[in-house]
Every structure is written in C-alpha cells, then in structure tokens.
Nanobody, 123 residues
Framework: QVQLVESGGGLVQAGGSLRLSCAAS????????MAWFRQAPGKEREFVAG????????HYTDSVKGRFTISRDNAKNTVYLRMNSLKPDDTAVYYC????????????????WGQGTQVTVSS
C-alpha cells in the first residue's frame, strides 16, 4: 500500500514558477514508477510527466516539454514537479500517481493516487 500526498500548489502569474511535491508513505517507493497528471474543469485527466523507479528515465507530454521537470528523491520518498514559464492553460488540479510496473500515459494504469493540489495561473 502506498499513500501519496501532494503539496506546493497555489496561485501564480503567467511566466512564474512553482514546485510541486508528492510525499509517499511505505518502504517500497523506490520500486514504483511515478507520474504527474492534471485535470482542468470540464476536461479529462491528462498525463503531464512520468519518471521510472530509479529516476534515469523520464517522459513528458508535448505541451510541457522544456518548461516542466520531474525528479525524485528515493531517500526522501518524494517526487517533484518543477514548473517554469507557467501559462494560464496549465491551470488545473495536479495529481501524483504510482505504478508498480512502468511509466504510462494512461491514468487507468496507475495503482495509487494522491488527493491533488490546485495550480492556478493568472494572465
């Protein structure tokens, strides 16, 4: 069992930056691929970024490449999402998720989810 708790969301102006954190419980965190998803009002949940269990492989959706960076610290059981050059279109609730097998862009493939943290980017 893995419990995930996100933090770091907030209100920021366009062009600004935020760093989201996702703290995981349990001793098996280092065995899980981790990902960030987001969901805007009236839209489906979409994949943002993923990182494999060791941190040496990452994957991003096209709209955030070059602006967002996913990383993890297995000693701290934490995964991060650094978001730079934020745009109003990035406004959403951001969720972290854990998968026992691999990075996937399919939300149905993830075993555990956090409760989400709101990110609002003003124009």
């Amino acid at each position: 069992q893995v419990q995930l708790v996100e933090s770091g969301g907030g209100l920021v102006q366009a062009g600004g930056s935020l760093r989201l954190s996702c703290a995981a419980s349990g001793r098996t965190f280092s065995r899980y691929a981790m990902a960030w998803f987001r969901q805007a009002p009236g839209k489906e949940r979409e994949f943002v970024a993923g990182i494999n269990y060791s941190g040496d492989s990452t994957h991003y959706t096209d709209s955030v490449k070059g602006r967002f960076t996913i990383s993890r610290d297995n000693a701290k059981n934490t995964v991060y999402l650094r978001m730079n050059s934020l745009k109003p279109d990035d406004t959403a609730v951001y969720y972290c998720a854990a998968d026992r097998l691999r990075i996937t862009t399919n939300a149905d493939g993830y075993d555990y989810w956090g409760q989400g943290t709101q990110v609002t980017v003003s124009s």
